[in-house]
């Protein structure tokens, strides 16, 4: 058997009793166009290894086999084992895990370095688990293409000024490159979410080594950005801020919003 040799998607989810769990954030993308795409962007090779997570009937599982990769897919659903059974004997290069992506230890799973991570991300835990392999150390991925909701996607990307820039823009950018693959209208999926979605890529830049500072200080600055930086960060430098904000050419008045990830990581440095 090979990857041609499959059946169809919806047949696979009819057979197995596939029906999407609103509980476990189940939106499949069957469309083989728009999963091939996808794994177009993971510019993955024989011999590269894509961590996915979430595969589901096996839609965007089928797209990253075809790469030529050998794929590592960690699904919660004890559903969706026999498809993954079958989709490793058509290519004998999946590794099944079932695991909780949030809890999954994935040093444990003994990736190699330079591992691309690829998923159709369960919503309800998209920015837990982005923030999670933004921030792990050490680091094995070198490139992830993963999908939001294109709000998330439109805050990951969001520049110093924008209503929609916030801490998830802060520590993406401060800690990757992202940017945008392309967007898919709710009407791709089964079953259809009520928000089009967003594919982001994000290239490895190393890993700040002022990350957990940079954690801090954007949770007191954003969680009262209507305030100026001379009272939100207090709590962070306490009576030394106003030298801080000086040396580092941050006016006191100035709001959460209107500091550049420069800004955020020089003032990370100063903790």
């Known amino acids: 058997m090979s990857l041609e040799d499959l059946p169809p998607l919806r047949d696979v989810i009819a057979e197995h009793g596939l029906a999407a769990k609103k509980g476990l954030g189940q939106h499949f993308l069957l469309d083989l166009n728009l999963t091939r795409k996808i794994a177009g962007f993971c510019d993955a090779q024989d011999g590269d290894t894509i961590l ?35 989709l490793n004997s058509a290519t004998g290069r999946l590794r099944a895990v079932e695991a909780d992506a949030l809890k999954a230890d994935e040093h444990g799973l003994r990736l190699p370095q330079g591992t691309v991570i690829a998923s159709n991300l369960p919503y309800n835990i998209s920015t837990e688990l982005l923030v999670k392999w933004l921030t792990m150390s050490p680091r094995i991925w070198r490139r992830m293409v993963l999908m939001f909701q294109k709000e998330v996607g439109d805050r990951i990307l969001a520049e110093p000024g924008n209503k929609t820039y916030g801490r998830l823009s802060v520590i993406a950018q401060a800690a990757s490159q992202p940017r945008l693959g392309f967007h898919l209208p709710a009407r791709a999926f089964t079953p259809p979410p009520k928000v089009d979605s967003s594919v982001l890529v994000f290239d490895d830049t190393g890993r700040p080594e002022v990350i957990d500072q940079l954690q801090r200080l954007t949770q007191a600055a954003f969680s009262q950005r209507r305030k100026m930086l001379r009272q939100s960060l207090r709590c962070i430098f306490g009576p030394r801020l106003g030298e801080v904000l000086e040396r580092e050419g941050v006016a006191e008045t100035a709001r959460a919003e209107e500091l550049s990830v420069d800004d955020y990581l020089r003032l990370a440095h100063a903790i």
């Open 52 to 86: 996915e997570i979430g595969p589901g009937p096996g839609g965007l599982t089928r797209a990253l086999l075809e790469t030529g990769a050998d794929v590592v897919a960690i699904e919660r659903d004890q559903r969706i084992a026999p498809v993954l059974v079958q």
